[in-house]
């Protein structure tokens, strides 16, 4: 069973929009996009060789944007953590690509999702993977103890941007000068824009929902990503019209 998380302290009713939207989805198997919605639901978002990996008859429930795994260059052994897994696709993926000796971590706010990816992991078999139920604000992660952070159209979604990634910044391995070790890596997919949203779209919560309120100007999401420490930042872009 899972509970509630406590809310944040002054936390904008953004949060409570956005998880009842996804709690629906999940609860009628349906996508989180709709017809004016940037996001994709389409499981050719990931190459065929990735879908392949998932155990026959099972589907390729996706609330993302993109294939953040492809992305990371995961390793084997490496932990990984998934800001917003959502139903737990990307975390199965990495799963498999970290392996035995790797850990896989998925945070969601949503304890609806939480359930599902937690019995598809028990029903594939998914042994190294778990899911916390947490803000990404405010991740239920201990500091400096994930090698690689993973994110698919979720980032976009929360109302503090600036705090998502001090919280990822916090939580990944620093680098270590004695073995030579690099610091840790956060590979994202998400939703950004080259110019500035109308206010009304801004001021809409079922846009926030919807991928497109919440999305900012990509030298301010670079920006927010600097402020905190995070260095070597490039953007792969993909424009939606």
């Not at 932990?79 to 392996?99: E, I, Y």
């Not at 976009?156 to 004695?178: G, I, M, Q, T, Y």
Request: one cysteine or more; aromatic letters at 6%.
């Amino acid at each position: 069973m899972t509970q509630t998380p406590t809310p944040l302290h002054g936390a904008s009713p953004i949060h409570e929009t956005v998880r009842e939207h996804y709690a629906e989805r999940i609860k009628n198997s349906a996508s989180c996009c709709g017809p004016s919605d940037c996001c994709s639901t389409d499981s050719n978002l990931y190459p065929a060789d990735l879908l392949a990996t998932l155990p026959a008859g099972e589907s390729a429930i996706s609330y993302g944007c993109g294939d953040p795994i492809t992305l990371a260059s995961l390793e084997p052994g490496q932990t990984v953590l998934d800001l917003g897994s959502g139903a737990g696709l990307d975390c199965f993926f990495a799963a498999k690509k970290v392996g035995a000796t790797g850990h896989v971590i998925g945070v969601d706010m949503t304890p609806e999702m939480i359930e599902r990816a937690t019995s598809s992991a028990q029903r594939m078999g998914i042994t190294n993977v778990e899911f916390r139920q947490g803000y990404l604000e405010d991740l239920p992660v201990e500091s400096n103890s994930v090698d690689v952070i993973i994110s698919n159209c979720v980032i976009n979604l929360s109302p503090d941007k600036s705090k998502v990634f001090a919280e990822a910044f916090r939580v990944l391995r620093s680098p270590d000068p004695k073995s030579g070790k690099p610091g840790g890596k956060l590979a994202v997919s998400d939703i950004v824009t080259d110019g500035p949203l109308p206010e009304a779209v801004k001021q809409s919560l079922s846009a926030w929902a919807g991928c497109v309120a919440g999305a900012v100007e990509a030298k301010d999401y670079i920006g927010m990503m600097e402020a905190v420490g995070f260095t070597d930042i490039a953007i792969n872009p993909v424009f939606f019209d």
